[in-house]
């Protein structure tokens, strides 16, 4: 399976948005090179308030451009980097991949796949209804997260608008995506 990157974008400071960029570069064990959310150890502050000492299982978030279309179906805008991505794409089944999918990225950048982005109010204020749709329950009643997925940087290297991402699926019985 392999798709490709239609937007990178990255923010120094915290903001919900980010400004798409012309490229990122991912650090190894680090996340996006200036990004506010990049480091070993958790960034994002609700999770720094619970243990400042946690891995950052969050560096590079991932988001799929066909959330995009389905929103506006519901009468929603919304655009690469406006819900914080670090990376949209397009032609790849984010949600349904398995924990520890390899993503190679370009020419030399590698993501490990850890979890599915947690949905928070901040989507609500961003734009108001938004966030039922990006978050609900399928017809047994479990929570579905569409808000994209949550990675580490294996390799680093530059990430560009048009580079092609190639699928590598780990060994072993499919580890489901659970919120990270």
């Given amino acids: 399976m392999s798709g490709n990157v239609t937007a990178v974008s990255s923010n120094g400071e915290y903001s919900f948005t980010k400004p798409n960029r012309d490229s990122i570069r991912l650090l190894a064990g680090l996340g996006v090179e200036g990004d506010v959310h990049a480091g070993v150890t958790v960034k994002h502050r609700s999770r720094v308030a619970q243990d400042p ?30 819900l914080g991505e670090n990376i949209t794409t397009r032609g790849i089944d984010l949600l349904g991949l398995s924990v520890g999918t390899l993503l190679r990225i370009g020419d030399s950048a590698v993501l490990e796949i850890t979890g599915l982005r947690n949905p928070c109010l901040q989507i609500d204020t961003f734009q108001d209804g938004l966030l039922k749709q990006v978050v609900g329950r399928d017809a047994a009643g479990k929570i579905v997260r569409k808000a994209g997925i949550m990675s580490i940087v294996r390799e680093g290297g530059v990430v560009r608008p048009g580079d092609t991402i190639d699928v590598e699926r780990p060994s072993g019985p499919h580890r489901p995506l659970d919120r990270v």
Avoid: D, I
């Avoid at 995009?68 to 919304?78: I, L, N, P, R, S």
């Fill in 53 to 82: 000492t946690q891995p950052n299982l969050r560096q590079v978030h991932l988001m799929h451009e066909e959330l995009f279309a389905e929103v506006v179906e519901a009468g929603f805008k919304v655009a690469p980097g406006e």
